[in-house]
């Protein structure tokens, strides 16, 4: 038989309920404002935090007893491209962040505008911080031949095959990637790191923590796809970093993964290379003197200019002379697109486990590509679903 809304059993129920969804709804708002601090800056500006002020460290409720690293995403990133920008904090934060919660950084070589700070917030879990880029770190450096390089832009943007060719645009860029993002103000508070770029996809559920691998098992550079550089776009690349090894013998590892970029002894460059459009590393190995000097040995030649050295090259290089075998690693479970290249987990089992809107088929940084030498040299065991049959010479020119 019912109970009467006016009898007493009804109304001390009503009233547990209310109490238990009272609860309720004070701890989501706790978890969110735990997990939103990023936005709050100063009275004048609640939305966003400033590039100035020590940094807070919050508990993860959603994962009891995981110890946060001292992380975040990178986004160099321009105010047009807010739409792709979003697209990719949804993949990421969708794919992993959401359980999480890391920090978020967003430079620009111009000030952000309004509508991208709030859209880009509201996208994110994490704390989110903008930064503007020194404008020093974004223009030539001094003595440079400017007739020189506005001749090697008008050649290169001639050529249909040289993506961004006559672009100063794309240089500055490399160049402040290659040397100069890790010693931003808003960026030299963290350990480690995670660029994310517009307009990328994550194809996979991660349902565990890169950066707390990374940290656990030694390693400092991490990679999911590698290819092969625009021969072209280095001509004299390979014997600048020849000479540094000759002057610099202490900062080049014993355990090097030379074979992975020269099949001669490092006598020429086969130009393979991490693309480091998703890269997560150790920014304390990039602040480290080895790398500074590398990257400062190379910009006094001013081949960012006088070709179109890419960061991914002076990554991929330094990475490789300066660490040992076992502190670079290869992400075989990330499912990862770039326009045009994709990676994709090879075994079903783990795509599927995974969550992953990819397959093996997809695959297109396996073969033709570097990443089959990079497994080669290191004497690692192929990732599962691995074609092994990979003819010898694919990928290595260009």
Known sequence: MGHSIHSPRFIHRSLVLLVCLSLFVVLRCFWTYEARTSTISSASNLLFRQQDGPKSRF???????????????????????????????????????????????????????????????AATSGRVSYGKINHEQWSYPAGLNMSLVEQSKYDMGLREDIPYGNSSSYRHMCRYQSGFFYRHPLVLEYEWYWRVEPGIEILCDIPYDPFAYMAEHGKKYAFVISINEISDTVRSLWSHVRTFMEEFPQHISKDNHMAFLSEDGGITFNHCHFWDNFEIASLEWYRGEAYNDFFSYLDQSGGFFYERWGDASIHSIAASLMLDKGEIHFFDDIGYHHYPTKSCPRSAHKQKRLNCRCNEQDNTEWYPSCAKRFFDVTGIEYPEGSDRNVPKEAGLVR
């Open 59 to 121: 508990t993860n409720y959603l994962w009891p007893g995981h110890s946060l690293m001292n992380a975040t995403f990178v986004s160099l990133v321009r105010n047009g491209e807010l739409e792709g920008m979003l697209d990719s904090i949804h993949d990421v934060e969708t794919r992993f962040n959401h359980n999480y919660h890391y920090d978020w950084v967003f430079l620009n070589d111009d000030t952000f505008t309004e509508e991208f700070k709030i859209a880009t917030t």
